[in-house]
């Protein structure tokens, strides 16, 4: 992922989390478990066998929707540090996609969990994604999504700590 400038993603979103940070980092590095909270991910399959956070290296098949619109992406995990962060980049037939990162901080009274989304696409993704996606402004849909699925993780992690 060569256009990654870790310092300036292309959308951030972030939440405070009534949780200690360990416990928001061993949800999110469970790719498994995002399709509980993201209004687009429908699904991750894996070799991985054990539940939980998943290592550096870790591949793993992403599963998404919009309306009509089905597909499934190639991710590797590229950071798992715990309690801190954990990124993994997205590829489709080949083709650089993105890179999402959760940054997890100590905060007063639990978290801050700071989803960020690098673009990486080159011009034959970029319509080649309008067309199997539907999503013309992908930076905006996504700070939409974004929101909606930190929310959620919020909520399902503040039900499970109190």
Request: contains cysteine.
């Amino acid at each position: 992922m060569s256009r990654v400038d870790p310092s300036r993603p292309d959308v951030a979103v972030s939440v405070e989390v009534r949780a200690a940070p360990q416990a928001v980092w061993d949800a999110v590095a469970d790719p498994r478990r995002i399709a509980s909270w993201s209004p687009e991910a429908s699904g991750v399959s894996t070799d991985h066998e054990r539940p939980g956070p998943m290592p550096v290296g870790t591949t793993f098949s992403g599963s998404n929707r919009h309306g009509l619109f089905r597909w499934t992406t190639r991710c590797v995990v590229v950071e798992s540090t715990p309690g801190e962060a954990f990124a993994f980049d997205v590829s489709y037939l080949g083709m650089d996609v993105a890179r999402w990162r959760y940054a997890i901080a100590a905060v007063e009274g639990g978290a801050q969990v700071d989803e960020q989304w690098w673009d990486t696409r080159g011009r034959p993704m970029t319509v080649l994604g309008l067309l199997g996606t539907g999503v013309a402004d992908r930076r905006r849909h996504n700070e939409r999504t974004m929101r909606e699925t930190l929310d959620a993780l919020a909520a399902d992690l503040e039900r499970t700590e109190t």
